[in-house]
């Protein structure tokens, strides 16, 4: 079984939206854990919007990178650009480092149509990240 980590800088959306649709899609495959360099708490658009589309990310936690010292990663995926650039060594040598950087939509300020569109869109983005990352590297 294989082990993914996928960061993000709070670990509140993005990358719990990675962990949710790459779990999905992987199946018994890997076990798919997401962290971030800081923590934010997990976001309630993230959970409304993944539930939308019949995943469920609602008992997930805001981990730190940390928490998870010793674990041998097979893949790690940063899926923000300050991740990416401030991330903490990882001591992972045999690790395949993937970086995606998907819109925050988190930050959008708008209409509550606005901000659903954002997260639909960021969504659908990440959605079809996850399924092409299953296929290729988890099957």
Not at 9 to 20: L, P
Not at 92 to 97: C, E, H, I, T
């Amino acid at each position: 079984m294989k082990n993914v980590l996928i960061l993000c800088t709070g670990n509140s959306c993005r990358s719990q939206m990675a962990q949710g649709y790459i779990a999905h899609f992987a199946g018994n495959t890997a076990q798919i854990y997401s962290a971030g360099i800081e923590t934010h708490g997990l976001n309630t658009n993230a959970v409304k919007f993944m539930a939308e589309d019949g995943i469920d990310i609602s008992t997930h936690t805001s981990n730190h990178v940390d928490e998870y010292e010793g674990i041998a990663w097979d893949f790690i995926i940063t899926v923000c650009d300050h991740a990416n650039e401030h991330c903490p060594y990882i001591p992972a040598p045999s690790a395949k480092r993937l970086h995606q950087n998907f819109t925050d939509p988190s930050k959008v300020q708008g209409t509550e149509a606005e901000i659903a569109a954002a997260f639909r869109s960021t969504r659908e983005e990440i959605k079809a990240y996850s399924k092409d990352f299953a296929a290729t590297y988890l099957s």
